[in-house]
Every structure is written in C-alpha cells, then in structure tokens.
C-alpha cells in the first residue's frame, strides 16, 4: 500500500525550545502573515520536527504492506505531487500556515482529487481550530464547556458581558493551539488585567481572544482512537500543576511547557493513568466521546477537559491533530496515553491508518502488538 505521509517540517530554527524574543534574528523570509514579537518563537509549534516526521515513516513502514513516501504540506510542492493520484491513502499530519482555516485546507483538496486521508475531514478541523465556534457547538448539544465571550465588543465589565460570572477568568487566542500565547499572565484577576490580554494578542497573533470562566479543577487530557462505534478511550492523562513553581498560575501554559519543564529538570507533569475514581472516569469518558461525536472527529484526536467548581468534566478544546513527539521522554500526551493501553508508537501509528483504511473499504490487515 503507497502512503503518503502529509506534514508540514519543522524548520531548524524551530527545532530546540522556543528562545527569548531577539530583534536582531527576524528573518526576512518569514511570510508577512508572520507575526514578529513574542510570537516569533513560537510560529512553527505546531509543525513537526524532522524526527518526528521521520519516527513516523519508520512506524507505519514497519508494516510489511506499508510504503511511505514523505510529502511536505506546502503548496508548491505537495499540490502537484498529490494531482499524480498515485497514493492509495494519505496520512494526515499537515497543519497549514495561513488563515484560521489551515488544518482544513489539505483535507478539503484531497477530497478534490479524491484521495482518502487518515483523520477528521475540513469541517471538523476548522471548526475545532475556532475554540468559540467549538464551545457554541459543544454547548448546544448538552456539553459542559466553560462560559465565554470573545473580545470583538470593548469588554468594559465582564460581569454586564457574562452575567453570573466572576474572576478568574483566563484569555487565550480564539485559533491557536500547542499554548501559542497561553501565558501565565493569561490567568487574570481584575478587568485591566483582562484587557492587557486583549491587546497583547490582537498585538502577537492578530486575532480576537476568548474570555473564559476560569475551570479551577483538575485537567486532564484523553486521546481517543477509532470512528463512530469504534472509537475508544485510551488511559486518561492528568496535568500535575502541583510539578509548577508555586509563582506559576494553575494552567498548562508556554512557560509550564518550555520554561519550567526543561530537559536538564524535567517536571513530572502527567500522570497516565490518572489517578481518578470510577465515577470520575465514565464521566470524562462520557463526556470526551460525546465530543468526539458531535464535531465527527475521525481515527484520532486529543482532546482537554477541565473540572469546574462544582467538579463537573468540561471540554476545554479539540485537538483532531495530537501531537507525537516519538521520544517518550519528551511527555507527549497521545504516545503516552498510547503507550499506557500498551500500544507502542508503530501500533498506535497504524491503528489510525486502519482506522482510516476501513472508513475507505481500503483492504489493510493489522492487529497490534502490544508493548510490553
Ligand atoms: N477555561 C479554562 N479554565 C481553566 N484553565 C484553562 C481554560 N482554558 C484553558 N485553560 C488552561 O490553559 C491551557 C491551554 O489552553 P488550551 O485551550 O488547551 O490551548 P492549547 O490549544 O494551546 O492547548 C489548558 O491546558 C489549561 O491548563
Ligand atoms: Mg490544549
């Protein structure tokens, strides 16, 4: 079977953990849509590193049916190669670049030509990359997600705005992901607080931001495999905000991720699987695959929850590109979660491309092994 493995590389510059902002360095050749603040440091975290793509060709060719050929997601390149049709599946790690559409731009041209993909298709990827649009969706069909307003209208009280609300609330971009500028200031207490936010993200990432009702319970993050009826839970992951230095904010923020977390004095920030009663459990579960279900996530995704005050799961964001560092010390949350169901990162890798083979009719015999 020819599959061609569609991502967006990484480049070098990107390829160690973000750097402190340095005016000297901007590169001319960064597209104008690229933002040239703090955000420089971060503009390619949601590519993927030359390992990671590499980790994955070898993955899915350790089947012996399996041909990879690597096709990096930009236009020049990929466009043409894709109209020679000669792929009988294309597995999906592209990201885009530009517009809030991005995720979706690969899937919809290989619905064009007709190629099958592995993952969710252009709907679902738009939509989960607009955390406001999600939420509204989410909310509409009886999921739990924390209230919100977005800042397209001066937020002069917040509490006119989102009557029975109160601080904390926490602001994030309304596109982004992989925490691009989720900061520990992103936690805010007071209204000027709030709007420096604002601003700071109009200024860095050119976007509305989202308020949110702070969730001030314990996180987790669950990946799930398979579609429709066949979709499972793997074993839920747990954020230990505990790990955090006592000045940090409870949040999974730029500065948990790449400051506190550093390879020298690596935190022991997940726990998989959490630590969590039976109720808790079904009711995550419940919850997760409900979500899964109303945005038609396929074969995979990631996706966050959060307890409220009162204790409740509620959906922070979808995730329908999780990120697969392959290095287990690297603390990615799919593997991990992966490997805890004892999947290792080849039989999880291909459980999606069967996953996404048996949506197609595409005949691929795999049965995982399990680590040890
Ligand atoms: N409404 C919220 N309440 C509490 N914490 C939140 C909320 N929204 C986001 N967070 C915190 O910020 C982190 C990053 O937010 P998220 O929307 O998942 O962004 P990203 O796409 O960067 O992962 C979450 O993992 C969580 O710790
Ligand atoms: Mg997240």
Redesign the pocket.
Known sequence: MRVGLLANIKPQIQNQAPRKPDESKRSRSLPRTATFSASYNDIYAEWDAPETIEAVRLALESHPDVEVEVIEAVPDRAIDRLLIKDFDIVFNLAEGFTGSAREAQFPALLEMLEIPYTGSGPLSLAIALD?ARTKEILSYHGIPV?R?ITSDVPITSIRALLPGTDFPF?V?PIS???????RNS??VTSLDAMNREIERIAMEYHQPALI?????GR?F?VAVLGTGDKARILPIVE?N?GELPPEAN????FE?KWIYDVAEKPLNIFTCPADISSKLQDEIETVVLRAYEVLECRDWARI?V?LDSRGRA?I??I?PLPGILPNPEENSCYPKAARAAGLTYEAMLLSVLKSGCERYGIPFKFEPKHAK
Do not use: M, Q, V, W
């Open positions: 955390k924390a919100f926490i994030k982004e992901g992989s925490s691009k500028g989720i992103s936690f949110e009702e702070f969730l001030p996180e993050t954020i905000f409870n949040i999974y923020s948990a966050d959060r509620n922070i964001e995730n």
